[in-house]
């Protein structure tokens, strides 16, 4: 390994790179480690889905460059090998108690049903959903099995 290889992986860990599957109709899941360091079992992994027709969190004065038609979740490290076994075993599911809002991910009849709760207070909480086709499911368990190893190596 030379120089330029180690810096590379350096570069790979300090910025993960984000999965993305776009929907025909421009909803998209993004998968990406938070990139915090954190204690054993507590780094995250952020599961966002964007739909342009999807309410946002300006509807509750709260804005930002991603407000409008955005939910977005952070899963532990502990919870997320569960997602990524119901992926891989055409299963289910479900965590409204995560500290951020909840995640679904469940099969479904040709493909995979995601759903985002973002929580911000109470009644202030945003839904979005979408359904990836089934050539999608196991690449989406490739693309969290991938951020969980990185968010790994963030907790201390």
Known sequence: ?????????VTAELTPQPWDYTTPDGATLRVIPAGLRSDQGEAEVYVRITRPDASGLGDYGITGPNSRGVAEVGVTTTDLPKVIEALTGR??????????????VAAASGGV?????ENHGAGQHVDVGMVLPESQRLPLASALQRALDVARGWED
């Open 91 to 104: 299963g289910w599911w479900a965590d409204n108690a995560l500290v951020s809002g909840a995640l679904l």
């Open 113 to 117: 049903v995601v759903g985002v709760t």
């Open 1 to 9: 390994m030379d120089f330029r290889d180690a810096l590379n992986i």
